[in-house]
Nanobody
């Protein structure tokens, strides 16, 4: 299995970014996908979830600002992030419930700063 995250960068508070995560090695369309983030010195924090049926759920801290989506034809999960805040600064990762125990991608750095 491989997770390849991209789309991060430096953005000012209030700005937007769209993250992508290309996944290989699993039956992507059958999997619930998760976006996590990890700030320096902290553990991975769950940000958003999308099921195979495209039901979604969000951490309270990002609800109303972030949107998770998926494209099964491209084996890719997305995270649209709007109204970004400095506290959203972290490395963002995608994963599944099973593979998060052993395999992580390189992540994509999001820095929100003026």
């Amino acid at each position: 299995v491989q997770f390849v995250e991209s789309g991060g960068g430096l953005v000012q508070p209030g700005g937007s970014l769209r993250l992508s995560c290309a996944v290989s090695g699993i039956i992507f369309s059958s999997e619930t996908m998760y976006w996590y983030r990890q700030a320096p010195g902290k553990q991975h924090e769950l940000v958003a979830i999308i099921t195979a049926g495209e039901s979604t759920n969000y951490a309270d801290l990002v609800k109303g600002r972030f949107t998770i989506s998926r494209d099964n034809a491209k084996n890719t999960v997305y995270l649209q992030m709007n109204s970004l805040k400095p506290e959203d600064t972290a490395v963002y990762y995608c994963n599944t419930a099973y593979w998060r125990l052993s395999v992580w991608g390189q992540g994509t750095q999001v820095t929100v700063s003026s």
